[in-house]
């Protein structure tokens, strides 16, 4: 296990820790906020235009995750609907991301899905797209098999998400990218076992490459979340050699992160979207950034000493 991965495992279980979390959900919102594009649907609103006027795509995420209830579940429903709603009034150029536990996948499977079904008809209506994200491998299975059945219903205006890390998802990418469903390629943010994941840098980026390829070489439209300097400019070169259109594909980084190099990359004509969440449940998502390398640390505990 090299620096980084022992760095990321330490931080996800530190996190999980009842006086860490409380400390930092009493002390840590103003550092939060920059991953975090507001509180509000208007503020995130607000600042998908301010990001357009720049050529940045947005997928907008409400943030929750690890609900109790089904009626929790339904408010996020709602929520949403608004979300899609929104999007549409306002004109902005955005998709729509989404984690099915957040809907109640871990309560009740089929009211989760019957949540989500109404969210991606209404996003349908106004010809948007919706991502369901994946989260920890106890979801993997049932976060593709509701994407392929919303396909399979008509719906698909819906995509999902794969991670590298895992050994399973070569085999999953290839029946999705058969199945038609869009799909988002990121190494993976959650602590996973060697039973079931890479645990080596190296390891996760060479699987991550061979996702892209497997992409390119189906003619298949893919979303590259990374922001590996080293995954970016492979991209670059390996869709130019092989004579890709810098439409047929898109990067994704994160909203706070990297901002004048999403701002770049458009301007260089590749399709750029950032990853921008608002909300008040910004905990897990807040120490999943932190786990992801040591600089997002470090730049958040400068600013708190400041």
Same mark, same amino acid.
């Given at each position: 296990?090299?620096?980084?991965?022992?760095?990321r495992?330490?931080?996800?279980?530190?996190?999980?820790?009842?006086?860490?979390?409380?400390?930092?959900?009493?002390?840590?919102?103003?550092?939060?906020?920059?991953?975090i594009?507001?509180d509000?649907l208007d503020?995130?609103?607000?600042?998908?235009?301010?990001?357009?006027?720049?050529?940045i795509?947005?997928?907008?995420?409400?943030?929750?995750?690890?609900?109790?209830?089904?009626?929790?579940?339904?408010?996020?429903?709602?929520?949403?609907?608004?979300?899609?709603e929104?999007?549409?009034?306002?004109?902005?150029? *955005?998709?729509?991301?989404?984690k099915?536990?957040?809907?109640?996948?871990?309560?009740?499977?089929?009211?989760?899905?019957e949540?989500i079904?109404?969210?991606?008809?209404?996003?349908?209506?106004?010809?948007?797209f919706?991502?369901?994200?994946?989260e920890? *491998?106890?979801?993997?299975?049932?976060t593709?098999?509701?994407?392929?059945?919303?396909?399979k219903e008509g719906?698909?205006?819906?995509?999902?998400?794969?991670q590298?890390?895992l050994?399973?998802?070569?085999?999953?990418?290839?029946?999705?990218?058969?199945?038609?469903?869009?799909?988002?390629?990121?190494?993976?943010? /959650?602590?996973?076992p060697?039973?079931i994941a890479?645990?080596?840098?190296?390891?996760v980026?060479?699987?991550?490459?061979k996702?892209?390829?497997?992409?390119?070489?189906?003619?298949?439209?893919?979303?590259?979340?990374?922001?590996?300097?080293h995954?970016?400019?492979?991209?670059?070169?390996f869709?130019?050699? *092989?004579?890709i259109?810098?439409?047929?594909?898109?990067?994704?980084?994160l909203?706070?992160?990297?901002?004048?190099?999403?701002?770049?990359l458009?301007?260089?004509?590749?399709?750029i979207?950032?990853?921008?969440? /608002?909300?008040t449940?910004?905990?897990?998502y807040?120490t999943?950034?932190?786990?992801?390398?040591p600089?997002?640390?470090?730049?958040?505990?400068?600013?708190?000493?400041?």
């Open positions: 296990m090299d620096g980084n991965e022992l760095y495992k330490v931080i996800l279980t530190i996190s999980g820790n009842k006086i860490v979390k409380w400390l930092s959900i009493k002390y840590g919102r103003k550092l939060a906020g920059r991953f594009a507001g509000t503020e995130a609103l607000d600042e998908i235009e301010r990001l357009n006027e720049k050529g795509l947005v997928t907008l995420d409400h943030l929750g995750e690890g609900i109790r209830t089904l009626d929790e579940a339904a408010g996020y429903r709602e929520e949403y609907l608004k979300l899609v929104g999007i549409s009034k306002r004109g902005v150029e *955005s998709h729509i991301s989404l099915p536990t957040q809907m109640g996948m871990a309560l009740d499977r089929e009211q989760a899905y949540n079904k109404q969210v991606v008809r209404r996003a349908k209506e106004h010809r948007n919706v991502r369901l994200d994946m920890d *491998s106890p979801y993997t299975q049932a593709i098999d509701m994407a392929l059945r919303l396909h719906l698909t205006n819906v995509g999902t998400v794969l590298a890390y050994f399973r998802t070569e085999e999953d990418a290839k029946h999705l990218i058969k199945a038609g469903v869009h799909l988002r390629l990121v190494k993976g943010a /959650y602590k996973e060697a039973t890479f645990q080596l840098k190296r390891e980026v060479n699987n991550y490459k996702l892209v390829k497997l992409h390119f070489d189906q003619g298949a439209y893919v979303a590259i979340a990374s922001h590996d300097d995954i970016i400019d492979w991209v670059k070169v869709a130019e050699q *092989s004579r259109d810098k439409q047929d594909y898109e990067f994704q980084m909203y706070g992160l990297r901002m004048n190099d999403q701002a770049a458009a301007q260089d004509g590749y399709r979207r950032c990853y921008m969440p /608002y909300g449940m910004w905990y897990p807040f999943r950034r932190l786990a992801e390398k600089a997002n640390l470090m730049m958040v505990l400068k600013n708190m000493f400041k």
